[in-house]
T-cell receptor
Framework: QKEVEQDPGPLSVPEGAIVSLNCTYS??????FMWYRQYSRKGPELLMY????GNKEDGRFTAQVDKSSKYISLFIRDSQPSDSATYLC?????????????FGKGTKLTVNP | EAGVTQFPSHSVIEKGQTVTLRCDPI?????LYWYRRVMGKEIKFLLH????????ESGMPNNRFLAERTGGTYSTLKVQPAELEDSGVYFC??????????????FGPGTRLLVL
């Protein structure tokens, strides 16, 4: 079983739609949860960072963590064509020696004008 | 402030050849990470430097891969000899030494390696 599972999509939505992206994980030691956005031919860019369970909102983006279910979500409201990218969930175990990230495969999102 | 830079952006080599990838982290970042994405797979951790020391190299696939970070500034990742399965995108990321738990890793654009 992979440590992090993420549906790769692709996901295509009309402009203005609410987008829901999800990841599940198996390692209960994960405590930090991130969403990265990656545009084509670019490196991943941190979008949201959450610690432990709960919601975190930043503009049109909301990150949600449910540690009891080992499930994280990213919601995008009023989606825009500029949101078209691959969205990667990432997690890490706070470690003494290393802070390596474990990634999902990424979900490719296209927002159509 | 300049971001993480990587060189070259693309490299096409033949099986058995040697390739060296370079990463320049954000100035002042002590943490430097190498990750790799093989086609169809997720981004996977290779290794982590703190300054010039290897903190964690548990993700290095085999001894054909050698990473260095002389002087604690830029880092190189050498693949010798390259095999077909080494093809992929190699990402470098850097971060500040952790303060209070939150650490943001800033990624470079990646080097696309194709081994023929």
């Amino acid at each position: 079983q992979k440590e992090v599972e993420q549906d790769p999509g692709p996901l295509s939505v009309p402009e203005g739609a609410i987008v829901s992206l999800n990841c599940t994980y198996s390692n209960s030691a994960f405590q930090y949860f991130m969403w990265y956005r990656q545009y084509s031919r670019k490196g991943p860019e941190l979008l949201m960072y959450t610690y432990s369970s709960g919601n975190k909102e930043d503009g049109r983006f909301t990150a949600q963590v449910d540690k009891s279910s080992k499930y994280i979500s990213l919601f995008i409201r009023d989606s825009q064509p500029s949101d078209s990218a691959t969205y990667l969930c990432a997690m890490r175990v706070p470690g003494i020696r290393s802070e390596k990230l474990v990634f999902g495969k990424g979900t490719k999102l296209t927002v159509n004008p | 402030e300049a971001g993480v830079t990587q060189f070259p952006s693309h490299s096409v080599i033949e099986k058995g050849q040697t390739v060296t990838l370079r990463c320049d982290p954000i100035s002042g970042h002590d943490n430097l990470y190498w990750y790799r994405r093989v086609m169809g797979k997720e981004i996977k951790f290779l290794l982590h430097f703190v300054k010039e020391s290897k903190q964690d190299e548990s993700g290095m696939p085999n001894n054909r891969f050698l990473a260095e970070r002389t002087g604690g500034t830029y880092s190189t990742l050498k693949v010798q000899p390259a095999e077909l399965e080494d093809s992929g995108v190699y990402f470098c990321a850097s971060s500040q030494v952790r303060r209070g738990g939150q650490e943001t890793q800033y990624f470079g654009p990646g080097t696309r390696l194709l081994v023929l």
